[in-house]
Nanobody, 119 residues
Framework: QVQLVESGGGLVQAGGSLRLSCAAS????????MAWFRQAPGKEREFVAA????????DYADSVKGRFTISRDNAKNIMYLQMNSLKPEDTAVYYC????????????WGQGTQVTVSS
């Protein structure tokens, strides 16, 4: 059974940092693109960041560029999202995903982890 499990969410003050992790199990995702999405209350899910199978190509939403860093460790089947200079508008449930790639094409999804940034 394929599973993606996020962790690392929590409550942080504006300007603070968090690192999210996404652990994959059930199969190897070392040859698959992976990404982070988020969904704030009352809003649609939106793309945050993505990287290719090797981690050499990354893509970021304009709203997080320069503050967030996506990375992966294929040997451990884990993906990360380092979030710095957090803002209240970053508050959302963050989801990891795996699949063909880009900003839309993902087949596997985690259950999400809550990130709350207080002002």
């Amino acid at each position: 059974q394929v599973q993606l499990v996020e962790s690392g969410g929590g409550l942080v003050q504006a300007g603070g940092s968090l690192r999210l992790s996404c652990a994959a199990s059930g199969r190897s995702f070392s040859s698959t693109a992976m990404a982070w999405f988020r969904q704030a209350p009352g809003k649609e899910r939106e793309f945050v960041a993505a990287l290719n199978w090797s981690g050499t190509t990354t893509d970021y939403a304009d709203s997080v560029k320069g503050r967030f860093t996506i990375s992966r460790d294929n040997a451990k089947n884990i993906m990360y999202l380092q979030m710095n200079s957090l803002k209240p508008e970053d508050t959302a449930v963050y989801y990891c995903a795996a699949g063909p790639g880009g900003r839309s094409y993902y087949d596997y999804w985690g259950q999400g982890t809550q990130v709350t940034v207080s002002s």
